[in-house]
């Protein structure tokens, strides 16, 4: 069964910093693109970012509220995903899902974690 | 960048009536580059269409995307009560790669 799940939500001051993991199976993880997705509080959804597979030289992508502050990394040995979190802001508060484009189309996602809660406040 | 509109915010229904929710586009879009996702309280979003109008996997045939250029649609023939969830579209963007989200569209029990 294909799985994603995603750890490491907490909750950290503004300005701090948080790294999420997602675990992968199920399927083989280094053939895929990943990204994350996130959700605020009683919000719609916003696509935070994507990393490429080797064959694309594991390139990023990222939504402007997060560049510079965000990294999206990999480790296939591991079958894990990352999303490292800096200089973290309130508006940052959200549900971050894992996600996975289908294998040769990258226009959407068709596999979704549960989710993990990021909480930034005082 | 593209900005997605959904209309109406919330759709009040009852069982077994037909839903149209509605996704317009700020630019033109490849209809192969749009989707529609549903999401229901307390879970992840579950994708339902892409390509505009080809239901995934396990999907009932209640379910159908329609639409190009700026205007898609999502459609349920026959509300089930499972049905009544929020549903987002969400579309991807080439010049730079990114994907984009509508505001979504509640549909509730009437």
């Known amino acids: 069964e294909v799985q994603l799940e995603e750890s490491g939500g907490d909750l950290v001051h503004p300005g701090g910093s948080l790294r999420l993991s997602c675990a992968a199976s199920?399927?083989?993880?280094?053939?895929?693109?990943m990204d994350w997705v996130r959700q605020a509080p009683g919000k719609g959804l916003e696509w935070v970012g994507r990393?490429?597979?080797?064959?694309?030289?594991?390139?990023?992508e990222y939504a402007a509220s997060v560049k510079g502050r965000f990294t999206i990394s990999r480790n296939d040995s591991k079958n894990f995903l990352y999303l490292e979190m800096n200089s973290l802001r309130t508006e940052d508060t959200s549900v971050y899902y894992c996600?996975?484009?289908?294998?040769?189309?990258?226009?959407?996602?068709?596999?979704w974690g549960k989710g993990t809660t990021v909480t930034v406040s005082s | 960048e593209i900005v997605l509109t959904q209309s109406p915010g919330t759709l009040s229904l009852s069982p077994g009536e037909r839903a149209t929710l509605s996704c317009r586009a700020s630019?033109?879009?490849?209809?192969?580059?749009l989707a529609w996702y549903q999401q229901k309280p307390g879970q992840a979003p579950r994708l339902l269409i892409c390509?505009?109008?080809r239901r995934a996997t396990g999907i009932p045939d209640r379910f159908s995307g329609s639409g190009s250029g700026t205007d898609f649609t999502l459609t349920i023939s026959r509300l089930e009560p499972e049905d009544f969830a929020v549903y987002y579209c969400?579309?991807?963007?080439?010049?730079?790669?990114?994907?984009?989200f509508g505001g979504g569209t509640k549909v509730e029990i009437k």
């Open positions: 199920g399927f083989t993880f280094s053939d895929y693109y």
């Open positions: 969400q579309q991807y963007g080439t010049s730079p790669p990114s994907l984009t």
């Open positions: 996600t996975r484009p289908p294998l040769g189309t990258y226009y959407y996602m068709d596999v």
């Open positions: 990393i490429r597979n080797k064959a694309n030289s594991f390139s990023t």
């Open positions: 630019q033109s879009v490849s209809s192969r580059y």
């Open positions: 390509g505009a109008s």
